[in-house]
């Protein structure tokens, strides 16, 4: 005899997941990013933290915490610090720029829109990020500056030279 109302895990998860507040969803990635740092860092050093190993080659020295900004908001997230040597993990040095480069474009594309500073500020913090200066818009808007002027000089010259071919074509 089978029950009459089984419940699947997984479809329950989802609406679990589906409904939670984005607290939750911070909380549990901070949660995932935290446990692999640590591992990591354990990979590195040859053994768990705090077991005595012979293969231990290294041994951990507290954390640095960085603010991670991420779909769901910033992120607290402790970053192990080794006695010798440095670690940093280029996987989470990749997803920063990654981020970076969606803000930039978001702020890139507020200023070309005429969006002023100050609502600005207020949409990024709706994304979840904690606060963003008028001196970091500025420079992204100034970066914005540079990659117009690069393509107005490509621009000139595709033109430039089309018209060069085509005054010798006799066209």
């Known amino acids: 005899m089978t029950a009459p109302h089984m419940i699947d895990p997984a479809r329950l998860l989802g609406q679990a997941l589906s409904d939670a507040s984005p607290d939750l969803m911070r909380h549990l990635l901070g949660t995932v990013i935290n446990s692999l740092l640590s591992a990591d860092a354990d990979a590195v050093c040859g053994a768990e933290y705090g077991v005595v190993s012979p293969d231990r080659v290294n041994s951990r020295n507290g954390y640095r915490h960085r603010d991670l900004d991420t779909r769901v908001g910033t992120i607290d997230v402790a970053i192990p610090k080794l ?17 970076e480069a969606a803000l930039i474009s978001v702020v890139a594309t507020c200023s070309l829109l005429g969006v002023s500073t100050r609502r600005m500020d207020k949409l990024v913090q709706t994304l979840g990020i904690t606060s963003l200066s008028k001196s970091q818009v500025s420079r992204m ?17 595709a033109l430039a030279s089309t018209t060069l071919s085509r005054t010798l074509r006799g066209t």
Do not use: I
Request: net charge positive; charged share 30%; no cysteine.
């Open 141 to 157: 808007a100034a970066d914005l500056d540079a990659q117009v002027a690069a393509f107005r000089a490509w621009a000139r010259a």
């Open 83 to 99: 006695r010798t040597g440095s670690y940093f993990p280029e996987w989470l040095l990749e997803r920063r720029k990654r981020a």
